[in-house]
């Protein structure tokens, strides 16, 4: 027993963080197996093995895979391979080495990454508000559906969030061990290897050093402006070289596929950014198919999918901070720190202003936004803690949980009520899934939904039916049926014309396709369906006969 | 025994009365002022913790409240069964709100009392005479959820409005059954998408067989074809006619009914199928003819999704039976997965 404790860490704050990294492990691992497969994930699954068994053979015969990183690179390279990586490495570990489905096995990456999200908040958190600050940002951000939902797909949305925070996070430790006094090459080497996992994950990241050099030359101006050039250089934090020299090579050397014709390949890669195309986006009642796309689109969808008092808590941490810079600046509040302050509400808001940019594509919802909020719970957890200090001076521990409880109970109701379909989850606000299908808000993307309907399908299709998955990838369906989530008879089809059955998946650009089954079945009925508050998102269709 | 003062009654200077305290709410504002005003810390802190407080309760209660608002299994099969009970040929049922489409799961689709009679499921957002003809339509059942978050009644009041009388509504659980007898229905002496398989079809002078599934497939590319289809058009389901034209824009394509029994008005619609309303440069026209002779046209256009209304006025072939044929051509066939319908009108 006392050497379970030596083993646990020494401060509060990071068995706080320790603990809220198990939690958040295995909640996400226990309620893994209702989220399906998306269209992302199975394209992730694929590369995912192909580069861990590159990595296996690598060890094994350096020369030999030399030769083949191309090939085994080749699978999804418009996307740097950290992620999938590590998603290649528990699937090698734990369903290969343990027995474990395939689907569990990759996830675990993702859980991880989830895991290591909740220690960073707790301890930013903890930093920002003590204990309060520490127990209630991981709460505010993943009592959130759709980011609650986001902790289990392995994809590359949740550990981008996660390295994003570790990297400012990182990056501000180095400037207060400066300001401190205490050599600051630790934090900025760490600063520059986690912007380099960052940039290893996706290319978002690309966006964090100038957003931070930006808003050091803003807090820094009078370092930067006046003096010897020799004092300005040396005022420049050793963040910033440690983020230039060693994320690209990080960025390299985890990516094989860059390791010939690397800046033409470089190009290529972003290219494909630059470049990308946009998908139909259903906003209040219209469908966005071209920029420019309104101004509003990222504010109003975060109004309409946070859960309400979360929102409400997090928009009073965002204003409390502004406040207290605007206090120190009058000189009115003399412990504030500005720098901090700023460095939380441009991170906060950020993310959220580059997708309100009207060219940029905006299909994914709050995905594309995500790196955001965990400032905004660090903000929000803030907050609370400190209206509880004002409020009640003397017992700040009782009004304080009084505020989380308010803040978190219908936030876990709604994560609980709307788990697995978290890309269709809406708050109260909306009116739930119900009130933003009125609102014509997109029901859902990634054709993971599917999953609800595999059972009834399992159950009742006719053996080796031909199947549409519509929007379900022929990767996700190999995946279920190697997981035996799905039968292994039941067949591809390409069409309403050549299948038996046909799944419609609700997205109103694609509803041709319900269309063309009623005609090429002969019937409008579906026999079963995957609802959320009566909210079609998936409906099954079968031809007579198919469906026993 | 006291005496009185040897200076005689005393004197007293009178001071000011004291000034009258206020009463009601000016005595709740004195008190309550110096500790709004001027704004401090705690203010900030009281107004978020009564935000949080008040949007944390209303959280609660619309989760308690929710599933008392929408329908359970329970509601949907009796109102299916009330609708196949007293259903009968010529109704049709429409969902508010929109997205209610479970109904289709549950409601039958055709009535076993009148031997199999269709019973067609709509989710139209609007349902006013001029935007839905509401083809052979009489009655319509109105399945509404009206405690539904963000139900409104804009579509029973289109149905209202084209009504001579209503039944209901009947409460079902948490839904709502209102039948509607349209004032002036839209009833066919033909409806060609439907006579489809006793037409003729031929791409410039080439003749296009017809294949077991009932479309008539042209020489050359695949998507030569004309079949009966239900289709999306600008975002909703129209029973038409698919009818890609031609490359060449002098080789028209040739749709031709005989023996259609006319009336006064031929009316259709028109449309570019799903995406490729959106993509595509060229318009389509539709060209009619009775008999061999030029009725009128119809012209759809490029980048202008939609199901658009064409009449053409035919008292003189009233009550007669003629040849009908429809010719679609465009200067350039890309993209143009062209729909229509039309119908005769007594």
Partial sequence: MQRLAALLPRTGRHRAGLAWALGVLLVAAWTSPAVGISRDESVYFWAAESYATWWSRFLRSPGAALAEADRFFGPNHEHPPLAKTVYGLTHASLSRGLGADHRAGFRAGAFLFAAGLAWLLCLWGWDLAGRGGGLLAPALFFLVPRHFYHAHPAVLDLPL???????????????????????????????????????ATKHTAWFLPPLLLAWWLATHWREVAGGALRNRLRAVPPAFPAMAVLAPMLLVALWPWLWRETVPRFREYLAFHLRHENYPWHYLGTLLREPPFPLSYPFVVTALTVPAAS???????????????????????????????????????????????????IFGGVKHWLPAMPFLALLGARALVTAARLLAPSAPARVGAALAAAALLPATW??????????????????????????????????????????????????????????????????????????????????????????????????????????????????????????????????????? | ??????????????????????????????????????????????????????????????????????????????????????????????????????????????????????????????YPLAVEDLVGVRRVWLLSLPEAPGADRTIARDLEARSTGRDGPQRLGAIEVTRYDLRTPVLPLAFLP????????????????????????????????????????????????????????????????????????LRGHTGIVAEAALRGSSPVSLTVKVDGEELGAAQEPPRKPGWHAFEMETTRFAGSRRTLAFAIAAPDSGARWFCFDAMTLP
């Avoid at chain 1, 400012?168 to 400066?178: D, E, K, T, V």
């Avoid at chain 1, 700023?342 to 940029?360: D, G, H, R």
């Avoid at chain 2, 040929?89 to 429409?94: I, Q, T």
């Avoid at chain 2, 975002?235 to 031609?246: D, I, K, Q, S, Y």
């Fill in chain 1, 161 to 199: 969030t996660t390295l994003w925070l570790a990297t400012a996070y990182a990056f501000w430790r180095s400037l207060l061990a400066r300001r401190e006094g205490r050599p600051p090459w630790r934090a900025a080497v760490a600063t520059g290897l986690l912007f380099g996992a960052a940039v």
């Fill in chain 2, 194 to 265: 439907d006579r489809l398989t006793s037409a003729r079809v031929r791409l410039g002078d080439a003749p296009c067989p017809v294949r077991p599934d009932g479309a008539f497939r042209c020489p050359g590319p695949p998507w030569l074809r004309v079949a009966r289809e239900v289709r999306e058009v600008d975002l909703l389901p129209r029973p038409c006619l698919h009818a890609h034209p031609g490359p060449d824009p002098g080789a028209p394509l040739t749709i031709e009914f005989s023996e259609v029994p006319m009336g006064r008005v």
């Fill in chain 1, 414 to 548: 709604q994560v609980q009520h709307t788990h697995p379909f978290g890309t269709a989850a809406y708050n109260e606000m909306a009116g739930g899934a119900a009130g933003a299908a009125s609102l014509g808000m997109q029901r859902q993307f990634w054709g993971d939904n599917m999953a609800a309907v595999l059972p009834a399908l399992n159950q009742h299709a006719a053996a080796g039916a031909r199947v549409w998955f519509q929007e379900a990838t022929w990767l996700a369906v190999t995946a279920y049926q190697r997981d035996g989530v799905l039968r292994g008879d039941l067949r591809w089809a390409n069409g309403a014309e050549d299948a038996d059955i046909s799944i419609w998946h609700y997205h109103q650009e694609f509803r041709d396709r319900e269309f063309l089954t009623w005609t090429a079945f002969g019937t409008a009925r579906p026999v079963t369906g995957a609802y959320l508050d009566e909210v079609p998102l998936v409906q099954v269709y079968a031809r007579p006969g198919a469906w026993r």
């Fill in chain 2, 1 to 126: 025994m006291s005496r009185p003062h040897y200076l005689g009654p005393t004197y007293r200077l009178g001071s000011e009365p004291p000034p009258e305290e206020p009463k009601g709410i000016r005595r709740a504002w004195k008190r309550l002022q110096p500790r709004l005003w001027p704004l401090r810390a705690r203010h900030g802190a009281a107004f978020l913790a009564a935000a949080v407080a008040g949007l944390g309760l209303h959280g609660l209660l619309f989760m308690a409240r929710l599933p008392g608002r929408l329908p359970t299994g329970l509601d949907w099969r009796a109102a299916a069964a009330l609708v196949e009970r007293d259903a009968r040929p010529g109704d049709a049922v429409a969902l508010a709100p929109v997205w209610a489409e479970r109904a289709r799961e549950v409601l039958p689709e055709k009535l076993p009392a009148f031997k199999g009679a269709p019973l067609v499921v709509m989710a139209y957002p609007r």
């Fill in chain 1, 311 to 361: 929102l409400a808590a997090m928009a009073g941490g965002f204003l409390q901070s502004a406040a207290r810079i605007v206090q120190a600046l009058r000189r009115r509040a003399e412990a504030v720190d500005v720098r901090l302050e700023s460095l939380l509400l441009v991170n906060a808001l950020f993310p959220i202003a580059l997708i309100a940019w009207p060219t940029v594509p």
